[in-house]
């Protein structure tokens, strides 16, 4: 496959693009904020849902964390049959920016840990996912961020070459594992903020081309 030479743009998407938090379904159904945030560290972990960007699947996560926690078998089974209930909407601000690159004809990316089975609502429910050149999903590829593999992934299907792709995640260590393979990496920290990084190193946005 011919290196992609031209700049390239790849997005993470969950919390950059995609408004997604278990906080949004979890006020439903516990009674306070100090309840859901005991849920979510004790039982629902994080390290709990990255198995399943990690490829295994939500029948499997249910039944072992329910068995692990009978008495939260029910808001355990919500996580997954009421997943879409933790998505409130895109990040207006940055898909701003992303339709102005996509316009501009800027070679656009993306590379997320999502799990495989959730991924397509998310694909199908957001019209600029076609957008993208390629996507890289984790659970499909059993590689989760930060794992060097899964950039190599990206850049090897899809042609791109790290020194001339800039990288936007919200989570820093991601942010610094992209910086190692030769990437600019950009730490999203809100929509703002983005547009100035990106018109920092000369990437359209706002309809055209800033100046560092």
């Known amino acids: 496959m011919t290196v992609q030479q031209s700049p390239t743009v790849v997005f993470d998407l969950g919390g950059v693009l995609v408004d997604w938090d278990p906080r949004y379904l979890y006020r439903k159904l516990l009674p306070d904020d100090e ?3 005991k849920f979510l560290a004790e039982v629902t972990t994080p390290q709990w ?17 329910s068995e692990q926690f009978p008495e ?11 997943w879409t209930e933790m998505i409130s909407g895109q990040i207006d601000g940055t898909v701003t920016t992303l339709r102005a690159l996509h316009e501009a004809g800027v070679p656009l990316y993306a590379l997320t840990n999502w799990s495989a089975e959730k991924f397509p609502y998310a694909r199908d429910t957001f019209e600029w996912m076609s957008w993208f050149r390629g996507i890289v999903v984790s659970g499909a590829e059993r590689l989760v961020k930060p794992d060097p593999r899964i950039y190599h992934t990206l850049l090897d ?9 800039v990288y936007i995640d919200d989570s820093l260590p991601n942010v610094e594992a992209a910086r190692v393979l030769g990437f600019t990496a950009i730490h999203f920290t809100g929509p703002d903020q983005l547009a100035a990084d990106l018109a920092a190193v000369g990437l359209p946005v706002n309809g055209k081309e800033a100046s560092a």
């Open 157 to 165: 299907r899809y042609g791109v070459q790290a020194s001339s792709a």
């Open 49 to 65: 849902n990255r198995e399943q960007d990690a490829g295994r699947s939500w029948d499997e996560a249910v039944a072992v964390l």
């Open 72 to 82: 939260h078998s029910e808001l355990i089974a919500a996580y997954h049959h009421r």
């Open 35 to 37: 309840a859901v945030e």
